[in-house]
């Protein structure tokens, strides 16, 4: 048990003991309320003042009695303290204060149910883009993991309202949930859809048929790793070059080659340009590989008159700094004095 808990508890104890021994000073020897506390309160002190009043024989039976409980929690009210002292628990309760105002700051964020063997992947990857996130478990050794990695981590039972509105639901752009019952990820997608009904719900799916489940639930997106994982396992056979361009495409170590998908904000300057006369190519040396619209359709291999509108996102292929070049190019609004020259000087080429 946690050693805060073992001391709330045992105060709860002294408290309920001061309690008796008054009333029963009271009951047994007719004193005063002000006496009764007093000779409590010496009596559990052990500080071996005299009686308030001379006791009758049922009094000293009773002072016996309650010096011997008294002794014992107050023993263990001092073990208690000790432990958090001297086993770090005082600065971990220190730490766990800072790591929930931490969690109170985040804005558009995502709530990592279990970091299990893939939730600890999910966290790797997202540390390193990196994205805001908070991970929710409740397996204590676990819990140690987390710490050890520096993640931000809340303690507790991911299908519990209260969990996850201490997670920041509220304000958290989305919820992955991947702790190994397909049961738990049921329930803790039909908590989180009714907390944030705007939430964007991914959720691990193991057994056949839970995918329907999980999407009733209200899970956006359901994946199942060992489908995955064969599917890729029989492509690395069948198609292995394929495979391994993929792999470094969408790897996130890979320094020379990135796949990475683009969104056009509404206000962006290329909002309503076609692929070859926003110059993308010309400017940063990525290449286009699809556009996803922004009614969902998605659009493989683009010819160069390929309208982009706001909303649009872009999957895109290139070296990482190129990629960066070209996210900072569509970000910024249509008044930009560094758009309209480069839309000038590329109207000049053409």
């Not at 987390?146 to 981590?153: A, D, H, K, M, S």
């Not at 995918?211 to 292995?240: C, E, W």
């Not at 076609?274 to 556009?291: A, C, Q, Y």
């Amino acid at each position: 048990m946690d050693p805060v808990r073992h001391l709330k508890i045992s105060m709860m104890v002294l408290a309920l003991l001061v309690s008796a021994g008054t009333i029963g000073y009271m009951t047994i020897e007719k004193w005063r309320f002000l006496d009764a506390l007093y000779m409590t309160v010496i009596t559990l002190g052990t500080v071996g003042f005299k009686e308030v009043h001379d006791l009758s024989d049922s009094g000293k039976v009773f002072t016996m009695v309650l010096i011997v409980v008294g002794v014992s929690v107050l023993g263990y009210i001092v073990g208690s303290l000790a432990q958090i002292m001297f086993e770090g628990q005082f600065q971990r309760i220190i730490g766990r204060k800072k790591v929930e105002k931490s969690i109170d700051k985040l804005r558009g964020h995502y709530i990592v149910c279990g970091y299990g063997r893939i939730g600890s992947l999910i966290c790797k990857e997202f540390a390193a883009k990196p994205i805001p996130f908070v991970v929710v478990e409740k397996e204590p050794e676990t819990l140690e993991r987390l710490e050890e990695e520096g993640y931000l981590f809340l303690k507790g039972d991911a299908t519990l309202d209260e969990t996850l509105l201490k997670a920041g639901i509220k304000r958290a752009k989305g919820l992955i949930s991947v702790v190994t019952s397909d049961t738990s990820n049921v329930y803790i997608t039909l908590t989180a859809r009714g907390l944030n009904p705007d939430l964007y719900i991914l959720a691990r799916s193991g057994e056949e048929g839970s995918d329907i489940k999980l999407k009733r639930a209200g899970a956006n997106k359901v994946v199942s790793p060992y489908f995955i994982g064969g599917t890729r396992m029989a492509q690395s056979i069948l198609r292995p070059n394929v495979v391994d361009f993929i792999e470094i495409a969408t790897g996130s170590d890979h320094l020379d080659l990135q796949m990475e998908e683009i969104t056009i904000p509404p206000q962006s300057a290329f909002a309503g340009e076609s692929l070859v006369s926003s110059g993308f190519r010309k400017e940063t040396g990525v290449i286009i590989v699809g556009i996803k619209k922004g009614h969902g359709k998605m659009v493989f291999n683009p010819h160069s008159q390929a309208r982009i509108e706001g909303g649009d996102t872009l999957i895109v292929l290139g070296d990482p700094s190129a990629i960066t070049k070209l996210e900072d190019l569509v970000g910024r609004p249509a008044t930009d004095d560094l758009i309209t020259k480069h839309r000038r000087e590329h109207a000049s080429h053409e």
